[in-house]
């Protein structure tokens, strides 16, 4: 399956100053398969480690910090030779190997000849209790299949042409939106988590489908057991994991804590919170108190949003059956905002690599707030046929911003500063925001 990601690693590759790679991301996102994938088309050979598989490699890094002597033994390892720069080195599961992540560093200092790209499960959390010396590693961050990748491993790939054709802001042809609109449920559905976009394509089979991604679910829950600090920890984990349906629910998507559990404090669950967010299975969205650059000088640590890493997953936790998806009912209706939500942010964390933000302001609220290069955007989302909004229409009041983004069902056009994009062309945004602009 094609994955945009392999862009970046053959830059990274090829850059003069390149230091070991760490590729982040949530649990089955496709870390490993695309590291190898790389590796076997990129390279000569690839020499892949598994710190979670065997044992033994870990006692290679307490010997010794010198990168030839560990490579000299790694060869062994291996069975194969391992060459600058025409030999792909694979780190999986580093996290299970403190020292190996420690290592890095030499290697960047004292073998940047040598390419090494690392991965492994809840690397987040892991990182966010390691030391690395500031430039001696880098960090790359993986998500789930984009809807444009989703259409791809369906063979869909005239689809995907037409979208990255479109070059100016007008309307869509009919038979081209309801085909896009159609996939586009279909990937409410199904999500862009590989294996479970594999299952799909594979056997076109929905049973299939919810049966892997329950047990993506059921393996994100068994981390909470294996990798959680304490007993306390991993209870609070799972409080806050289970309220996640019940706080997107609501009108207001604001996370409290005490929908989590009646009388519950911040000062008792946030670690629970920053838990799941560093593992990659929620992603957590700040509100910002001033729409102004830069927006992160703007953040509100005390208000906060939490969606899932990905939208497919979202619907198999909310029991949403997928008949209610296509065809649409109250019961659906009810719970649509938050999907189409989750889904914009997904393919806005892929196109931009970083998290956006959310604005209130009096009585009014942005779903959606981001910086694109030089402007301030706001994004509404629309998730019925009523565009009707008075929250964007009061923001561009009040702000000297040239564009606002609305991604609705409606099809793609602009009036005055508000650009309607269709909800399923959400990670070519950035084009169209330059459409706008100029």
């Keep these: 399956m094609r994955r945009y990601i392999k862009e970046q ?9 390149r230091k070991p790679l760490i590729l982040k991301g949530a649990r089955q996102v496709g870390k490993t398969y695309i590291l190898k994938e790389f590796g076997n088309e990129e390279y000569d050979n690839v020499a892949y480690f598994n710190f979670d598989h065997d044992e033994a490699l870990k006692n290679l890094f307490l010997s010794t910090k010198d990168p030839k002597r560990i490579l000299e033994q790694l060869v062994f390892v291996a069975g194969k030779p391992i060459m600058p720069e025409k030999t792909l080195i694979i780190f999986d599961e580093i996290q299970e190997c403190p020292d190996a992540l420690n290592s890095l560093k030499y290697f960047n200092e004292e073998a940047n000849e040598y390419h090494i790209a690392c991965a492994g499960s809840l690397l987040g959390i892991k990182l966010s209790h390691t030391s690395f010396p500031v430039g001696k590693v880098e960090y790359l961050e993986m998500y789930p299949m984009t809807f444009s990748e989703f259409l791809l491993a369906d063979n869909q790939e005239n689809l995907v042409q037409y979208m990255e054709s479109v070059k100016s802001i007008e309307k869509i042809p009919d038979i081209i939106y309801e085909q896009l609109n159609e996939k586009m449920k279909s990937y409410f559905i199904i999500g862009g988590m590989p294996e479970v976009v594999k299952a799909w394509v594979t056997a076109k089979d929905i049973e299939t489908v919810n049966r892997v991604q329950k047990q993506i679910l059921n393996g994100y829950e068994d981390d909470f057991g294996k990798h959680a600090d304490s007993a306390t920890i991993r209870i609070k984990i799972s409080i806050v994991w289970e309220s996640i349906i019940s706080q997107l629910a609501r009108e207001n998507k604001k996370f409290l ?7 519950a404090r911040a000062r ?9 967010n560093d593992s990659n299975i929620v992603n957590k ?6 729409p102004d650059f830069p927006l992160n000088a703007y953040t509100d640590l005390s208000s906060f949003k939490l969606y899932m890493s990905d939208v497919g997953l979202l619907r198999r936790k909310a029991n949403l059956d997928s008949k209610i998806v296509i065809e649409g009912n109250r019961l ?3 719970f649509k905002g938050a999907l189409t939500e989750n889904f914009i942010l997904n393919m806005l964390m ?5 998290k956006p933000n959310y604005y209130v302001f009096d009585k009014h609220e942005i779903d959606f707030i981001i910086q694109n290069k030089n ?7 629309k998730a019925g046929e009523n565009i009707n909004s008075t929250s964007l229409k009061r923001f561009n009041e009040l702000n000297e911003n040239k ?6 069902t409606r099809n793609l056009d602009k009036s005055g500063k508000i650009i309607n994009i269709p909800i399923f062309m959400a990670e070519y945004i950035d084009k169209f925001i330059e459409l706008g602009i100029n």
Excluded: M
């Design 350 to 354: 892929f196109k931009y690599k970083e």
């Design 268 to 276: 008792e669950y946030e670690d629970a919170v920053n838990w799941l």
């Design 403 to 408: 564009i606002a983004i609305r991604f609705s």
């Design 285 to 290: 969205i700040f509100n910002v108190k001033k």
């Design 332 to 334: 659906f209706e009810e």
């Design 375 to 381: 402007e301030i955007i706001p994004i509404e989302v």
């Design 9 to 17: 690693l053959i830059k990274w590759k090829n850059r003069n100053d």
């Design 257 to 263: 804590y005490q929908v989590a559990k009646d009388g």
